[in-house]
């Protein structure tokens, strides 16, 4: 399955994804810098910046990448039980995400998850560049 991050809210985007992984498919998410997050923006800044700070020495703490696809990546990976071991390492093995549309997928038939949204929406290639 082909899935065109263009416009796809990325909470409703990773549980589908997750869903569908763990059932046994192989999922590809093309322009995953175009999907929306939305919610306070502020409120992600500093969510992003608390996870980037490193605890005792510079080896130690929880590095989190702010690439497009990794951001993606992480929000799936929240979704799946237990991402370690058993099922749900088997299911994030099978999700792939990418920048752009790769030679591979190209004149493929992508599926579409466009959502609607209320409130703010800002794009995660804005995530990326704090």
Same mark, same amino acid.
């Not at 869903?19 to 093309?30: D, P, Q, T």
């Given at each position: 399955?082909?899935?065109?991050?263009?416009?796809?809210?990325?909470?409703?985007?990773?549980? !589908?994804?997750a869903?569908?992984?763990?059932?046994?498919?192989?999922?590809?998410?093309?322009n995953?810098?175009?999907?929306?997050?939305?919610?306070?923006k502020e409120?992600?800044?500093?969510?992003?910046?608390?996870? !980037?700070?490193?605890?005792?020495?510079?080896?130690?703490?929880?590095?989190v990448?702010r690439?497009?696809?990794?951001?993606?990546?992480?929000?799936?990976?929240?979704?799946?039980?237990?991402?370690?071991?058993g099922r749900g390492?088997e299911?994030?093995?099978?999700?792939?995400?990418?920048?752009?549309?790769p030679?591979?997928?190209?004149g493929?038939?992508?599926?579409?998850?466009?959502?609607?949204t209320?409130?703010?929406?800002?794009?995660?290639?804005?995530?990326?560049k704090?």
């Open positions: 399955m082909i899935i065109n991050g263009k416009n796809a809210i990325l909470g409703r985007l990773a549980t !589908r994804v869903k569908e992984a763990l059932k046994g498919e192989e999922i590809s998410i093309v995953c810098e175009q999907i929306v997050v939305t919610g306070n409120f992600f800044k500093k969510k992003l910046e608390d996870k !980037r700070k490193r605890l005792g020495t510079t080896l130690s703490g929880p590095k990448s690439t497009n696809e990794k951001i993606v990546k992480r929000a799936i990976r929240g979704m799946l039980p237990n991402y370690r071991v390492r299911a994030f093995k099978r999700i792939k995400c990418y920048l752009g549309v030679k591979e997928f190209e493929k038939k992508f599926e579409n998850l466009e959502g609607k209320k409130g703010k929406k800002t794009q995660i290639k804005e995530f990326a704090w």
